[in-house]
C-alpha cells in the first residue's frame, strides 16, 4: 500500500530517495540544484535544520518549502510568500486521452520558460525539464500551446506539475489532455500522481476532480530567504 504519509513534506523524501542526484543535502536540510528548482525540504522544522539549509542558499537566492508542518521562522530568516495549497493524489486516474501530446527536450527548455513565466503555475526555471517527463500540445504553426510533467519523486508517488496554457488557448480541454495523459503514464507504472494546486483556484480543482484527484490536505508553499 502506498504511503501516503511522505507527501506531508514531499520534497524532503524526494531529494532524499529518488531525486537526491538532482539536488543537494546538508545533515536536515535538502534542495534542488538551482538550475533545476528552488525548491527545498526540512527532515523538521526548527533552527538547526533551517541553520543546516543556510549554506545551500546563495545570498539573494530564496527557496521554497512545501510542508504541512506549523511553524515560526528562525531569526535571520525572512518570510517572502506563505501560501495555501491542495495536495490533492489521484488513485484511479482516466483513461490515456486520444491526442497524443509530444515529449518536451532540452531543445523546448526556452519556450517552455517562456509559458510558465507567463501563466505561472509554480516554481519553473530553464533545468526543470530534466526533473521528470514533460509533454506539450503545439498550434498548428507548431507554437507550444500548453504543457505539463512531472516533478518530485518518492515512494510510490509522482507529482505532476507545470500545469499550463497561454491564455489565448485555454477552453480547448488542452489541459486535461495533458493531466490525463501524465497522470496515466504514473499510473501505467504503478505509481500513484499527486499534485498541488492553490486553495483559490476552483477552476483547476473542479478539472482535477473530474480526472480522478482527490483533496489529501491542505498544506502551505512558504517562499523564504536568509535575511
Known amino acids: ?9 514531499p520534497a524532503w523524501h524526494a531529494l532524499t530517495t529518488d531525486h ?11 534542495r534542488y540544484r538551482a538550475e533545476l528548482s528552488p525548491i527545498g525540504g526540512l527532515a523538521r522544522y526548527d533552527a538547526e535544520a533551517f541553520a543546516e539549509l543556510r549554506p545551500l542558499v546563495a545570498p539573494e ?14 531569526a535571520g530568516w525572512e518570510l517572502l510568500q506563505a501560501v495555501p495549497v491542495f495536495q490533492m493524489v489521484c488513485e ?24 510558465a513565466t507567463a501563466t505561472e503555475p509554480g ?21 507550444l500551446m500548453a504543457m505539463t510533467g512531472e516533478r518530485m519523486r518518492l515512494g510510490q508517488l509522482t507529482e505532476v506539475s507545470a500545469v ?4 489565448e488557448f485555454r477552453g480547448r480541454g488542452l489541459a486535461k489532455a495533458l493531466v490525463a495523459h501524465v497522470s496515466a503514464l504514473i499510473a501505467g507504472e504503478g505509481r500513484v500522481p499527486f499534485l498541488h494546486v ?30
Open 1 to 9: 500500500m502506498t504511503d501516503l504519509s511522505l507527501l506531508d513534506d
Open 20 to 30: 537526491a542526484a538532482l539536488g543537494q543535502r546538508n545533515g536536515a536540510a535538502a
Open 61 to 74: 537566492e530564496a527557496v521554497g518549502l512545501v510542508s504541512a508542518a506549523r511553524y515560526e521562522l528562525p
Open 92 to 115: 484511479a486516474p482516466s483513461p490515456m486521452p486520444d491526442n497524443v501530446p509530444v515529449q518536451l527536450t532540452r531543445a523546448d527548455a526556452e519556450e517552455a520558460l517562456a509559458l
Open 123 to 143: 516554481p519553473f526555471r530553464a533545468g526543470t525539464l530534466g526533473m521528470g517527463r514533460y509533454f506539450g500540445l503545439r498550434s498548428e504553426d507548431g507554437r
Open 164 to 167: 499550463c496554457t497561454w491564455p
Open 198 to 227: 492553490k486553495t483559490e483556484n476552483a477552476a483547476a480543482i473542479a478539472l482535477y476532480e473530474k480526472l480522478g484527484f482527490v483533496v489529501r490536505r491542505e498544506l502551505t508553499f512558504t517562499v523564504v530567504r536568509p535575511a
